[in-house]
Structures are given as C-alpha cells and as structure tokens.
C-alpha cells in the first residue's frame, strides 16, 4: 500500500462529535513522547501532516486525516481515516482535566463503530513500564482490536531493542493467551512502514469483503 493523499480534517472533543463513521478508521495511540506524530507523518510521506512538539500532552483531543491510498500503482483508490489520539501518561495536568481525557479516550475506543484496529506505540529504548502494560490489558477487556508498535528503534542498539521488545512481550504472556501483532519502527529510517501500511491494507479489504461493498 502507499498512501497518496493524507489531509487533516477534523479534532473533536468526544466521540459523539466525529466524523460520520462510513469509512474504515485507524487510530494510534501511545504515551506521551512516545513519537506518535513522526511515525504518522512518516506513514504519510509528509512531515507537516501531525505537529510534533517538545511539550508532552500536546494532542489533547480526537484527530481525523482522510487518507487515500492505493495497493497497486494504478489501483483503485481506498478512502480510510487515520486518527491521532492524545497520550496516556501524561503527568503535568491537574486531575481533572486528566479525568476529562481519560474519559474521551474511553468513549471513543469503546463506541467508534468503524474503528478498525488501534496501534497502540510503546518507546522501544525502555523496558516494559506499568501503564503501558495496563493500557494493552485494558484494550483487552474492552476486546478492542490493537497492534503493538515499537517506536524509536533507531535510538538504541539492536540488541538493546530485541531485549526490550521480548521483555514487553514476555510480560504480556504472564496474561495473554494470544499475543496481537507487532512492529519495530524508526520514524528515521522509515523501518516498519510497509508492514503497518501491509496490515492496514489487509484489514481494508477484510472490511469491504465483510461488507459486500
């Protein structure tokens, strides 16, 4: 799959106000800092598409991006929506407001009814950390579908890299039977693209062939 076109459309602040659900959606989610925006804007091949910021807890509401791609060069042409959620972790807000986020993230991965699957990032340069581990088991409770995607791989050795990811994945077995897919990427090196994009790709068409359209 390559993306041709990525437009930024719409932040809403609770599910309720979102687009019309009539196109398959993905959204990406993960704590703050953890390089959401550069690994979106690298999906897109455009640099511009999701602001980065120094600031964590910058994204503080729902992000919709039509996209439109394409399997084949002269294929036809797929409309999806891709969705920047704000970070989990976030510590520099005061309660209540964090409650409020809380709350928004939940409705919206609970009650978006053409939300396909979450790629949830987790910083490949640490070991497991407690809230991940408790957002993917969360995600599990709610029986919402999700990708593991390690992000920053550029920034450590690969050794390193291979000793956290196993260390995260090893911590989900002590609960999961089943363990969902996952990725290493490099916003940088664009390492991971083709097999995010692949999967999206895949879950499209399981949507048009479930659908009949």
Request: glycine share 6%; aromatic share 8%.
């Amino acid at each position: 799959m390559e993306i041709k076109k990525a437009t930024y459309l719409i932040s809403s602040p609770a599910v309720d106000k979102c687009p019309k659900a009539d196109r398959p959606e993905y959204a990406f989610i993960g704590r703050s800092n953890v390089g959401k925006s550069s690994l979106i804007n690298m999906l897109c091949n455009n640099q511009k598409l999701a602001k980065t910021s120094a600031s964590p807890g910058k994204t503080q509401s729902i992000n919709h991006f039509t996209i439109e791609s394409s399997v084949r060069e002269k294929g036809p042409v797929e409309r999806w929506y891709l969705v920047d959620l704000p970070g989990y972790g976030y510590a520099k807000i005061d309660q209540s407001s964090r409650r409020r986020w809380e709350q928004m993230i939940e409705g919206y991965l609970r009650k978006r009814e053409n939300l396909v699957n979450v790629f949830v990032l987790i910083d490949a340069r640490h070991m497991p950390q407690k809230i991940d581990l408790e957002f993917v088991n969360q995600l599990g409770h709610w029986e919402v579908p999700f990708t593991i995607v390690f992000t920053k791989a550029d920034k450590e050795k690969p050794a390193v890299v291979e000793r956290h990811v196993k260390a995260f994945l090893d911590a989900m077995r002590e609960t999961w039977q089943f363990l969902p897919a996952s990725v290493v990427t490099s916003a940088t090196k664009k390492t991971g693209k083709d097999e995010i994009l692949t999967q999206i790709a895949g879950m499209n068409l399981g949507k048009d062939e479930a659908t009949g359209v």
